[in-house]
C-alpha cells in the first residue's frame, strides 16, 4: 500500500476517534498535549517522506538523463562508424536501429519521468 495511502487510512481513523468522542480531544482520553504531540509526530514524518522523495526524484532523474545520453552517443557511434564505413551494416538494419532506438528511448524516458514526477 502507498505510504500517501496509509498516511491517509491513519488519519481517518485517528479523525474517527476524535469525532467519537464530541469532536473533543480530551473526551478521548487523550489529553491536549497527547493529540498536539501525535499531530505534530505525523507532520514531521509526512515532511521527512516529501524530502525524502524529492532527494530520491533529483537522484533518479540525473541517471535516467546520463543513461539516455550514453545510449544516444552509442546509437551515434554506430552511424558515424558506418558512415566512415568501419562498420558493415545493411541499410535496413540501419534504418531499423535508428528509428526502434529513438522510440525506445523517447518512450523509456517519458514513462519514468511520469513516474518519478506524477502531476497532482
Not at 71 to 97: K, M, R, S, Y
Request: hydrophobic fraction near 45%; proline fraction near 3%.
Amino acid at each position: 500500500m502507498p505510504e500517501n495511502e496509509e498516511s491517509e487510512k491513519a488519519k481517518d481513523v485517528f479523525r474517527k476517534l476524535i469525532e467519537s468522542s464530541a469532536t473533543n480531544p480530551l473526551n478521548s482520553g487523550l489529553s491536549q498535549n497527547e493529540f498536539e504531540q501525535y499531530d505534530k509526530e505525523e507532520r514531521r514524518t509526512r515532511l521527512l517522506g516529501l524530502t525524502q522523495d524529492i532527494q530520491e526524484r533529483k537522484k533518479f532523474a540525473q541517471r535516467i538523463f546520463w543513461m539516455v545520453v550514453m545510449w544516444l552517443f552509442v546509437i551515434l557511434g554506430i552511424i558515424v562508424l558506418e558512415g566512415l564505413h568501419l562498420l558493415d551494416i545493411p541499410q535496413a538494419v540501419t534504418i531499423a536501429l535508428i528509428g526502434s532506438t529513438t522510440i525506445n528511448v523517447t518512450a523509456f524516458f517519458v514513462i519514468v519521468t511520469k513516474y518519478l514526477f506524477p502531476g497532482k
